[in-house]
């Protein structure tokens, strides 16, 4: 089945600090890439959608500066999480979609625990 | 908007019993998906099941199944014969049938905690 990788899978840093995430398809060209958010007993919450070649559409409230989206290829998009603070501390998830796969679910991370100190 | 409703926010089952996990759903589409996926600690992102708004026929996978009610809006999973691995965070997910990737977001429930009791 098709497989996504997110890398890194636990990152701890220091507040003030720039955190990059990839989110890789491996055996497939994905098209669309979506950025979750997650916190602990919590439902996953859409942060962006990420369209390969084009602008990230972000989620109402979420701080496009503040999480910078690139999709600059068909197997790879990057979360950053720019000058993060404790607040930004959460678990993200990435999936992604094939645009000719219409009727296929969407394929998951592992996602990255983001500590911020 | 559409909105995935999940009311229990915790379960529990007796291993080997049977458990289901209710969710509705609000939509004014017709052709859409709907999917249950299980979060277990490591928080990976398992699809247990899915079902299409087009089909009447329940779906199933192997001890899983759904109770797909679509006038009703109503997207329940029964897990029979329940085993330990199964003890995980369960969203209930819907996604609308459209051509464009990025409009095949999900809208996720709120989660239900299952716990399996041995």
């Known amino acids: 089945g098709a497989v996504v990788s997110q890398h890194p899978s636990w990152v701890i840093c220091k507040s003030g600090t720039s955190v990059k995430i990839e989110c890789r398809s491996l055996?497939?060209?994905?098209?669309?890439m979506f950025w979750y958010r997650q916190f602990p007993k919590q439902s996953l919450m859409l942060m962006a959608t990420s369209n390969e070649g084009s602008k990230a559409t972000y989620e109402q409230g979420v701080e496009k500066d503040k999480f910078l989206i690139n999709h600059a290829s068909l197997t790879l998009s990057t979360l950053t999480v720019t000058s993060a603070h404790p607040e930004d501390s959460s678990f993200y998830i990435c999936?992604?979609?094939?645009?000719?796969?219409?009727?296929?679910?969407?394929?998951f991370g592992d996602g990255t625990r983001l500590s911020i100190l | 908007a559409q909105t995935v409703t999940q009311s229990q926010p915790e379960m529990s089952v007796q291993e080997a019993e049977t458990v289901t996990l209710s969710c509705t759903y609000d939509?004014?589409?017709?052709?859409?998906?709907l999917f249950w996926y299980k979060q277990p600690p490591s928080r990976q992102m398992i699809l247990v099941i899915r079902?299409?708004?087009?089909?009447?026929q329940n779906a199933t996978e192997n001890r899983f199944s759904v109770n797909f009610q679509k006038a009703a809006k109503s997207f329940s999973l029964k897990i029979s014969d329940s085993q330990l691995g199964d003890a995980a965070m369960y969203f209930c997910?819907?996604?609308?049938?459209?051509?464009?990737?990025?409009?095949?977001?999900?809208?996720f429930g709120s989660g239900t905690q299952l716990t399996v009791l041995p």
């Open positions: 939509t004014s589409e017709s052709d859409y998906y």
């Open positions: 055996d497939f060209q994905a098209t669309t």
């Open positions: 999936s992604a979609s094939f645009a000719i796969w219409s009727n296929q679910p969407q394929h």
């Open positions: 079902q299409e708004a087009y089909k009447q």
């Open positions: 997910a819907y996604r609308r049938d459209v051509s464009s990737g990025s409009a095949r977001q999900l809208t």
